[in-house]
């Protein structure tokens, strides 16, 4: 079982080496855990820091935001041949002590593993109340429109067998995308499943959703709308036209 973590990292100097430290620690019982750090264009020294440290990164020229990214990270997967494909974030807030679990429901039969925090609320941190209700509405959209309740559709904690990382490395949204991915996958066919897992405080930088007052609303709103258009036009895998 070949397992490849894929960590975005945009302006994450002061965290990646850490970051990829804890993951080199992570272990299975049966197979072999690797890494790709995808810098995205980074404007500080992630890109030094990653050369200065060996680690295995991709250099993107330009910021191509955190799709582009992470879809980068899953051709990657696609291209060497992994069997699971694990996103996992370049800022500490994940948990590699939670890997075996997700790669477990992969082997299970899933399709992809969501690690979620409010399946059984686990973490000490919380995130914003703002936050909290606009994660509660897009489950409450994504289950309308799925029919299935996600608890943490924001959740970039995800584990992916090899027809997703295929069908990622050929389609994956370029903002926001993990809502909106979700839906899709769920409309053709494939089996999703979430587990509880703990997540951390960001220990340094700030979130996207962070940087102005009108961000989560834009956000919200922009994701509402994804998961809507998602749902509408996405047809099972193998189903016919009429």
């Known amino acids: 079982m070949k397992v490849l973590m894929i960590i975005p990292a945009y302006n994450e100097e002061k965290s990646i080496v850490n970051t990829v430290k804890m993951l080199k620690k992570a272990s299975l019982k049966n197979g072999t855990i690797d890494y790709v750090v995808v810098n995205d264009g980074s404007r500080d020294n992630t890109k030094k820091v990653c050369i200065e440290n060996d680690i295995n990164f991709i250099d993107l020229p330009n910021n191509l935001g955190i799709g582009g990214a992470v879809q980068t990270g899953y051709k990657y997967a696609l291209y060497n ?10 800022d500490g807030q994940h948990d590699a002590n939670y890997i075996p679990n997700l790669v477990e429901e992969i082997e299970k039969g899933n399709d992809i593993v969501i690690g979620s925090r409010f399946v059984k609320e686990l973490s000490e941190f919380k995130s914003t109340f703002i936050r909290r209700v606009g994660i509660k509405w897009l489950s409450l959209l994504i289950k309308i429109c799925t029919r299935k309740w996600i608890y943490d559709p924001t959740s970039g904690f995800r584990a992916c067998n090899r027809k997703i990382i295929k069908e990622f490395a050929t389609d994956y ?7 909106d991915t979700i839906v899709t996958i769920i409309k053709k066919g494939y089996k999703v499943n979430e587990i509880p897992v703990k997540m951390n405080e960001r220990t340094d930088g700030v979130s996207s959703l ?3 007052i009108f961000k989560p609303i834009y956000y919200m709103i ?7 258009i998602s749902a509408l036009s996405t047809k099972k895998v193998g189903a016919k036209d009429e």
């Open 173 to 179: 949204p370029i903002d926001y995308p993990e809502p």
């Open 210 to 212: 962070n940087t102005n």
């Open 222 to 228: 922009k994701v509402s709308f994804a998961i809507i």
């Open 81 to 90: 041949d992994y069997d699971i494909a694990i996103q996992f974030d370049g």
